[in-house]
């Protein structure tokens, strides 16, 4: 598990996203759960073709902390790689003329699709 700990007020994970192995045509769910004041901001990062595909979809909420479900439907060979959740609750922390005091966290998890038998019978 990975976490980052800094002042009180900084952002921390509550926990980090998880690496797992899949098959294709599966799904998976990666989940980034986000404390500190004020609630930090969420950004997931990977390459989105899938978006286009209809078969990306990210929920998130914000309250006393902010959380995040990244959900990714009928696995393709294409969909391995690292997913990245960032978070950061500096108010600077997308202002492009100042640097922010914080910078922005990150956790990765690493989704590894491989070709399932049962779908090249198909």
Sequence with gaps: VFAVYGSPDAASYNPSPMSETKLTGDA???YCDVVG???PEIQW???W???RKRRVTI???YGANGV???RITRLTLEDSGTYECRASNDPRRNDLRQNPSITWIRAQATISVLQSEFSTLQ
């Design 28 to 30: 998976f769910e990666l």
């Design 45 to 47: 990062w990977y390459l």
């Design 37 to 39: 004041k004020p609630t």
């Design 49 to 51: 073709d899938g978006a």
């Design 59 to 61: 929920s998130t909420a």
């Design 68 to 70: 995040s479900v990244l």
